[in-house]
């Protein structure tokens, strides 16, 4: 399979634990979005790289949020010390920056719910 | 800022009727794209189409339609002949800037039934 894989599919933790989530993109893509979908909702971005650096946040993501993608490949995204609020479908797509938009490709979605 | 609104939350149709979906956005960028994304129950965004600002042609692909109006900032989509597997909900999205993140409009959720 080579789309882009998301792990683990679901999470569901404790109010004030920590949780990372990881996203394998589709090889030599560059860009790679992080977005959020609450229920009934459609996603909002969060975040994205080109390469390995991060060229931009949204300001829904709190101090609480670090996302990193080492080497220009997977990406982490890790929430701490969760909230209920932040129960919800952290999806991950990657592109292929050639200068003029191309499509992004979605991941299944990591389910996170807190309890 | 860019903004799309979705105004049909939820449509419910019978198999072989046709649908149009709607979609108005509001963008200040003078290139942009507009996309349309199906999600299924499993939950996966597919692609279906992309337009960019420039090209107000319609576009038929099988039974699946676009009309993208710009004087009305307007991208509906339309569904002919609907199928049980046409369940979903349907994204209307924008793209535009450098960074080309995407913002989704809220969503209709399609229910064809047998």
């Known amino acids: 399979d080579t789309g882009v894989s998301q792990d683990p599919r679901h999470k569901i933790t404790k109010r004030g634990q920590n949780v990372t989530f990881r996203c394998d993109p589709i090889?030599?893509?560059?860009?790679l979005y992080w977005y959020r979908q609450t229920l009934g909702q459609g996603p909002e971005f969060l975040t994205y790289?080109?390469?390995?650096?991060?060229?931009?946040k949204s300001r829904l993501l709190s101090d609480r949020f670090s996302a990193e993608r080492p080497k220009g490949s997977f990406s982490t995204l890790e929430i701490q010390r969760t909230e209920q609020g932040d129960s919800a479908m952290y999806l991950c797509?990657?592109?292929?920056?050639?200068?003029?938009?191309?499509?992004?490709?979605f991941g299944p979605g990591t389910r996170l719910t807190v309890l | 800022a860019q903004k799309v609104t979705q105004a049909q939350t939820e449509i419910s149709v019978v198999e072989k009727e046709d649908v149009t979906l709607d979609c108005v956005y509001e963008?200040?960028?003078?290139?942009?794209?507009l996309f349309w994304y199906k999600q299924p129950p499993s939950g996966e965004l597919v692609f279906l189409i992309r337009?960019?600002?420039?090209?107000?042609q319609n576009e038929i692909s099988g039974r699946y339609s676009w009309n993208f109006q710009k004087s009305t900032s307007s991208f509906n989509f339309t569904i002919t002949a609907s199928q049980v597997v046409d369940s979903a909900v349907y994204f209307c999205?924008?793209?535009?800037?450098?960074?080309?993140?995407?913002?989704f409009g809220k969503g209709t959720l399609l229910t064809v039934n047998p």
């Open positions: 090889s030599e893509h560059n860009r």
């Open positions: 963008t200040r960028d003078t290139t942009y794209y």
């Open positions: 797509a990657s592109s292929l920056d050639i200068g003029s938009y191309n499509e992004q490709f």
């Open positions: 337009r960019n600002s420039f090209d107000e």
């Open positions: 999205t924008h793209s535009g800037g450098s960074n080309y993140k995407l913002t």
């Open positions: 790289f080109q390469n390995e650096a991060q060229l931009e």
